[in-house]
């Protein structure tokens, strides 16, 4: 028998064999990967392994400014293929125009990746479709970039949006109340609104991905817009709506790209949700939810104010002063801190779910790719109803 | 010749007959009308002279409730009509219930009295101009009880939302965009989202005027909506839209009067706007106005969270901070002070007005009924949009 020094070691229990973070590869350098990149020296449980790009230069460019290179020393690739075919390589990111989601995400589960996607995550849902079932044949994790799901904020405000005692909703048996929404389990007053804008800049409007019918042909609906969408999902509890009828007068560039649309939503009990996108106003990211007990305003719900703290405001069981001369109880403003940013707290999260898999032998989480499907789902009707001159459009859930 | 101390006096000249304050009557003792009456003790320029209801009795309790009796000592009228009969009455408030307006508003003018008339003004456009008919044949001032027109922050807002150079719009000549907001004009990017409703309690739902079809037909459109609809008309300077379409799913009482519903409007710029009003979620009063350079959020824009002090927040030239990970400049929270409570600003105004007439020879101010009819004009276009199963309802301007 050799002595332990100059033998290779036995190897590990396979439970060992790759302990540790989440080994990422960055699968395209757009700009928003330069937010991840930094998400990922942040996040426990998360390491950037590789870069991959459409040349091996862009990779190393995009290492060396944000500080990848010098804290991970990912490798570096010169093609997604060469990336996906690194086995150093647990999960991608992939930050890629649009229209090259399902052939590379599919391919990226294919290779056994696990996938975290941006948004908006397929040009449609039959694509979404087929970018979830090789996720599923491969028995890997699929989640979307929305960053803002995974901020305390967002919890806490579903904490108060659910709490039917103070500021949440109650069903209403309104005996003496007619019309469409006469439902055997009560009359659900809930009102949403979301309103997403930023005015983009000349550059922007000629240049950008998102307004290029070969590479985010959803334009500001796939972009802002799939914000909106799922923030109004969000209040329901991912409710699909009934019926979906978007707003006339939509703006669409010279190429046919949707620069400013909307959409009204409506459920079988009586809920109504209206949402507006834009990249030709100010800046603007509103969540308006209004039940029977309560309001809540939020104005910064997909990228906070600041990194540190987040703020809403919440209104239970507001009443008229007396001689109705102003109000009692007044709002009141709830504050969240947060020590990691929200991008950080998300990819931390699919790590935990990614590692869970890899290490302990557990099933992908289905919650994820389900909320994206219904977001994708409802865009897709909004699409269809700017196609169909703003008719109604049916969701069958 | 007699000496001056045995005979009468001569009659002092005409401008000296009928010096002073306007001489209100006040017709119909509503709930509402008790934050009238507190507000014709606080403004200047403006007294109680009567009270009138449809027994002396009432107007007596009324006035003794609201220390009317006390301080202004008002002639009691045990009828409208005894009310308008009175010659030391300048000035009507009537806060009846609507199906009572066009009738006693138009005898009230008739009667040579100024006309201040609670909102809704009438159950139509139609009445509304029977009732400005009248007003203009007698020569006295009208104005709708919209008290938050009043507010020193309703004039705030609007100069930040005028300014083009920081938070106003700017019409938008895009070269590379194309639909149906093709306009000389330039595109109009603005938009606008308006939220009223409180939440009635069942004695509400029940007795009040504003769920009685023989009263306030309009229901939660007359009530709630009226403020919403006037919140967007202010914000695109009073310009009426050129399309209604009423958001489908309005919820009805047993009688079919409405205590839900909204509507989008659209401009031919490309300017959007939708309101949600009801009586059935959490008392909120939000304006929210989107434009190329800002974005003002103001949540109770109706009646102040307290008397003293009003706050909107407005953002201008909004954008993201590097990597996206915060916003720079943030929006600033802008407060406004005031001494007199909005109402009683209200009636300082029209008290002005009238005194102009009344004192002065002048003319009746033409901007506050044009800014109603608009108003009504609106309403009644969701009406009708509601009735003929939510299609687009054109208003000719």
Redesign the interface.
Known sequence: MSSPSSAAPPPPPAEQRRPGPVRFGIMGCAS?A??LA?AMLLAPGAAVAAVGSRSEAKARAFAEKTGLLLRHAPRLHGSYEALLADPGVDAVYLPLPTSLHVRWAAAAAAAGKHVLLEKPTALCAADLDAILAACDAAGVQFMDATMWMHHPRTAKMRELVADKATTGDVR?P?S??????DNENG?Q???I?S?F???ANEEF??NDIRVKPDLDALGALGDAGWYSIRAILWAVDYELPK?V?A????????AGVL??C?A?M?WGD?K?A?F?C?F?????M?M?I??????L?V??FV?????KSAAF?M??????AE?????DP??SKHVVSTDL?QEALMVQEFSRLVQNIRDAGGKPEGKWPAITRKTQVVMDAVKTSIDNEFG?VDISS
Chains 1, 2 share one sequence.
């Open positions: 928003i330069r937010k930094r209403v309104f003496h109340m007619k019309g469409p929404q009359y007053a809930r009102k609104n309103l804008s930023f005015r409007l000629q019926t009828i707003l006339r007068n939509p703006v669409r560039n010279q620069l400013a909307g009204t409506y009586g109504i209206t507006n834009s030709l106003t100010n800046l603007t509103d308006t209004v039940g029977t007990n309560g309001t305003h104005t910064d990228i906070p104010y600041e990194e405001n209104a239970s069981k507001s009443k008229f001689l109705h001369i102003g109000w007044l709002p940013p109604p």
